[in-house]
């Protein structure tokens, strides 16, 4: 199952599968329950929403 990352933290979601031809990722972490998920594209958006306050 690959997972995406909403904005502003509103969860995680299950992606669509693809063939591993089609992934654009160098990299691919297996998680498991209660572990801590961020997308690091977008890891300062909460600084910037809560800034603009």
């Known amino acids: 199952m690959n997972l995406g990352v909403k904005w502003y933290a509103e ?3 299950a992606r669509e599968l693809q063939p591993d031809a089609d992934m654009k990722a160098t990299s691919l972490y ?3 329950e209660g572990q801590f998920i961020y997308n ?3 890891a300062t958006e909460g600084r910037r929403k809560a800034h603009h306050r």
């Open 40 to 42: 690091r594209m977008f």
């Open 11 to 13: 969860g995680v979601f």
């Open 30 to 32: 297996q998680v498991r």
